[in-house]
């Protein structure tokens, strides 16, 4: 089982920048695939970005390419989603996932953008970008 804390969230003006957080309770962190999430009110949720189990390969969407950086912290089982130039359309609760990078899958160097590839959830954290 994994338990991810997600923290870092909060209020923000446009153009300005949060860091989010993601603690991992588990021992094998560098054998787990991350991602970032977000669902803003009466949407569906949507992939931010990923990082694979090593932070060699990343993903991101469309709409935060440029602007957000993924990264992690195996040494402090952390992943990271640095965000900058933050718009209105950022505001949104935002969840870290992971799933584990299981050997010989399509998963095993390339983390999914997929939600229903994960497997753990964190508890999500507000992000809100006023004008």
């Known amino acids: 089982q994994v338990h991810l804390v997600e923290s870092g969230g909060g209020m923000v003006h446009v153009e300005g920048s949060l860091r989010l957080s993601c603690a991992a309770s588990?021992?094998?962190?560098?054998?787990?695939?991350m991602g970032w999430f977000r669902q803003a009110p009466g949407k569906e949720r949507e992939f931010v970005a990923s990082?694979?189990?090593?932070?060699?390969?990343?993903n991101y969407a469309d709409s935060v390419k440029g602007r957000f950086t993924i990264s992690r912290d195996n040494a402090k089982n952390t992943v990271y989603l640095q965000m900058d130039y933050l718009r209105s359309a950022d505001t949104a609760i935002y969840y870290c996932?992971?799933?584990?990078?299981?050997?010989?899958?399509?998963?095993?160097?390339?983390?999914?953008?997929?939600?229903?590839?994960?497997?753990?959830w964190g508890q999500g954290t507000q992000v809100t970008v006023s004008s």
């Open positions: 588990v021992s094998t962190f560098s054998n787990y695939n």
């Open positions: 996932a992971a799933v584990f990078a299981r050997p010989f899958s399509s998963t095993s160097y390339v983390a999914p953008v997929r939600d229903d590839l994960y497997d753990y």
């Open positions: 990082i694979n189990k090593s932070g060699t390969g990343t």
